[in-house]
């Protein structure tokens, strides 16, 4: 390594903690990103879905997100590594925020006039390049600048701010009543305003070209693979974050089918699916802001990671048991409350105990890139677990106890990773 990649500024062990200005404007970006994805994921994609055919809606549902978790699963890393060697006077992130913004509007706004299944798979794949390639680059912008010391507090916020992303898109969903095309450009506005605030007050640190190593093809696709037995705690790490995701997506990917044919809300409720999934929607978005902000600076506090991401992900599991057993109306009501008691917590805290676990400065872009595959390829898994225990499997109550068994071994594998307490 050459003295000026040990002393680039851009690559140094943050020490100072970051402005409250700087965290509001990470905080909106997960905002937009999270309204853009979510907004479509959650409702609009399934009323497009059903558009197109509905004996087949859930075919197609996981069909076209199955392809863009695919796409997402090399756009992640991918745009995280080139990040880390970006050279711009706007900093290593910056660009690659803005740019994803912008390509993953213009395939929202696209998607509005999908005509067929294959064009609406190909640009939701689009939308998903996009915002994974800005969620990459504002994720890796967190230990770039967040002090270990307040990553717990500004890991919360951030996941905060997915939250209220995520609310944001159930709203957008249930806003438009069923037109998902007004839904599609509204999300993609959400996106876009979410980047002015830290494109203008970002504080990203530029790397020197001197600090960059040369670019060698085959070292750069080898980079990729971060072997187990060199970085052990950032392995255990990567599987814990991966099970606990497959098994929370397992929960929320049918929900606004759950609603509709297993709590039949509209028949005993009175209550439009749609309408459900915004209600089960703000309930999570509460107890996930209260609990990821609360969990993230307890974690600060006591200095310790594991606890509390052992027993936030059990949490979670109880939810998935809850809704497993409990298919009526209240039974959704407590699920989606205790899921987002649990899922809060784990988000602040995971990542605060994964930013620890990095194993080098200089491509803290690609390796979190690697870390966020366990959160993509949870959505590709998912559906392909989910639906035969839809389908064929028992339905529902078969589908919530295997997500909750699921998530449970990823807080087992937690106690596995030694170098954080």
């Avoid at 905080?27 to 937009?32: A, D, E, R, S, Y």
């Avoid at 009323?47 to 859930?58: L, V, W, Y």
């Avoid at 991918?78 to 970006?86: E, H, K, V, Y």
């Avoid at 200095?303 to 599991?317: D, E, F, M, T």
Wanted: charged letters at 10%.
């Amino acid at each position: 390594m050459s003295m000026s990649e040990t002393t680039a500024p851009a690559l140094a062990e943050p020490d100072r903690r970051v402005r409250p200005i700087w965290t509001a404007g990470v905080v909106l970006v997960n905002v937009g990103i999270n309204a853009a994805f979510f907004g479509p994921l959650q409702v609009l994609m399934g009323q497009q879905a059903a558009a197109f055919s509905e004996p087949d809606k859930e075919a197609i549902l996981a069909l076209v997100t199955g392809a863009g978790a695919a796409v997402s699963l090399v756009a992640n890393p991918l745009c995280g590594a080139f990040s880390d060697r970006t050279t711009s006077r706007r900093g290593r992130r910056v660009p690659w925020v803005v740019a994803g913004a912008v390509l993953g509007a213009a395939a929202l706004i696209a998607l509005a006039g999908a005509p067929n299944v294959a064009v609406m798979t190909l640009l939701w794949c689009l939308v998903q390049a996009g915002c994974n390639g800005a969620y990459a680059a504002i994720t890796a912008a967190i230990p770039d600048r967040v002090p270990v010391p307040q990553r717990g507090t500004v890991g919360g916020l951030a996941a905060m701010g997915q939250t209220v992303g995520i609310l944001a898109g159930a709203v957008i969903a249930a806003a438009v009543t069923g037109n998902f095309a007004a839904g599609y450009l509204v999300s993609a506005l959400a996106l876009l305003a979410g980047v002015v605030l830290y494109f203008f007050r970002n504080d990203d640190v530029p790397l020197p070209a001197g600090a960059r190593p040369p670019f060698s093809l085959a070292g750069f696709v080898r980079g990729f693979w971060i072997s187990p037995a060199r970085h052990p705690d950032f392995a255990w790490a990567w599987l814990t974050r991966l099970l606990v995701n497959i098994g929370n997506h397992m929960i929320t990917l049918y929900l606004l089918f759950f609603l509709t044919d297993a709590v039949r809300v509209r028949e005993t409720q009175g209550i439009e699916p749609e309408l459900g999934v915004l209600i089960l929607t703000g309930l999570y978005a509460v107890m996930v802001i209260i609990t990821s902000v609360a969990g993230g600076r307890l974690s600060d506090r006591m200095g310790r990671r594991k606890p509390l991401v052992i027993i936030s992900s059990a949490v979670i599991a109880a939810a998935s048991l809850i809704l497993a057993f409990a298919p009526t109306w209240p039974g959704a009501l407590a699920g989606a409350s205790v899921l987002g008691l649990g899922f809060g917590c784990y988000l602040a805290v995971d990542f605060a105990l994964i930013t620890e676990v990095l194993p080098t400065a200089l491509n803290r872009g690609k390796d979190l890139g690697v870390i966020n595959i366990a959160n993509s390829l949870p959505q590709v898994l998912a559906p392909l677990i989910a639906f035969p225990f839809v389908a064929l499997w028992g339905g529902y109550v078969s589908l919530y106890v295997a997500a909750a068994a699921i998530g449970l071994l990823g807080a087992v594998f937690v106690v596995k990773i030694k170098g954080v307490d």
